[in-house]
């Protein structure tokens, strides 16, 4: 069985942080499962050309109530969770004003519908659980803002081409080291 163990610094409201670590056993995007490996706290990504990448907002399975996290799922698969997260029963009052991107998820479709649909109640979703919601355009940063309580959540991931080579010029050249020695070995190489 494949697992993730997401582990987010969830922020309370009076800037309180608690660190559980959260075993993620099935993940959803936009609705459509996703493999569970594809899930990923890396936020430097290897990409080829052409690699796209979209804003959303995650829900995650917690015992005192649903997370709200930013998350960057990628056109290649990845999705790539932030390691920062709310308390969903905090913003019970005013979830509508909440912004994802400066868009607000009353727009984009509120947390409750995401997580009747994924079979949970209220703010409570099955255990295990990752419930991703996307927004559309291409867009590698993903930006929870409670105008309320006055705090954001970023995350950004970093493209970094595949044959990039940051060694450059001065990448060492291979050698063949045997460590120190009081005759001459023979190599057969």
Not at 167 to 185: A, F, L
Request: with cysteine; aromatic share 6%.
């Amino acid at each position: 069985m494949s697992h993730f163990l997401l582990k987010p610094h969830v922020v309370g409201p009076e800037d309180n942080i608690t660190t559980p670590d959260i075993i993620v056993d099935c993940a959803f995007v936009d609705g459509e499962a996703r493999p569970v490996n594809l899930v990923t706290h890396q936020c430097w990504q290897q990409v080829s050309g052409g690699e796209t990448s979209r804003a959303a907002y995650g829900l995650m399975a917690l015992g005192g109530g649903a997370l709200i996290l930013p998350v960057v799922v990628l056109g290649s698969g990845n999705i790539v969770a932030a390691r920062a997260a709310w308390r969903l029963n905090n913003l019970d009052s005013h979830i509508g004003k909440v912004t994802l991107n400066g868009t607000a998820l009353a727009e984009i479709g509120l947390p409750a519908g995401k997580i009747e649909a994924a079979g949970g109640h209220g703010d409570t979703l099955p255990r295990g659980f990752l419930v991703v919601s996307t927004v559309d355009g291409d867009s590698r940063d993903s930006e929870l803002h409670d105008p309320v309580l006055r705090r954001r959540l970023g995350h950004l991931v970093v493209f970094e081409k595949i044959d990039h080579d940051r060694w450059g010029n001065v990448r060492p050249k291979p050698r063949y080291s045997v460590g120190p020695t009081q005759k001459e070995i023979t190599h057969f190489i």
